[in-house]
């Protein structure tokens, strides 16, 4: 897998080869790690628009178990990673909270699937962010985000408590860690491939 990550530049611009371009959308709750993954991942500068969280902000964003947060994103995140085969990801990182739920919405026209990151010290708040896919018609893998003081649980015990379906990917990754970030990426990337040839055939 390191070859994903090292066989192409970090160039500014695309060149001028056939290249299957393909967006994504990052999800998930507020404080999930959406953010440092596509931090992680870009092999261009990524745009980001956090912001300081004020305490006016701490009326409505919902603190537990991440009072350390100290930023948040207002509008997108956005980056972008070339794999093999001339296939470059759109990567859009959504805001978390209910309040964005419109500006969501425009986010995802066009996308073809969704990573939905989940962190299991607060793992109901996934549910929303999984709905609102559904109901958007998005294929989507779940990666649950490691954190230093997360309960661990067994990939079966967490695909049950998520309700996913059987073909749904889940991993488990740092968001951190390029590679392991790389590895959930490539799950989703494969999952909606693998849906539009059954679809075509």
Known sequence: MDSVLSSRPPDMYLDGAAQTLVKLLVAGPFGVGKTTLIRSLSETAPLHT???????????????????????????????????????????GTPGQRRFRPLWQDIARGALGALVLADTRRLRDSFEVMDIIEEAGLRYAVAVNTFPDSPNHAPETLRDHLDLHPDTPLVLCDARDRQQSADALIALVGHVLDNLSEERA
């Open 50 to 92: 956090e912001e300081v969280m004020t305490r006016t902000g701490a009326l409505v964003d919902d603190l537990d178990g991440i009072r350390d947060k100290s930023a948040t994103t207002v509008a997108i995140d956005f980056g972008r990673l070339t794999l093999p085969g001339d296939l470059v990801l759109y990567m859009f």
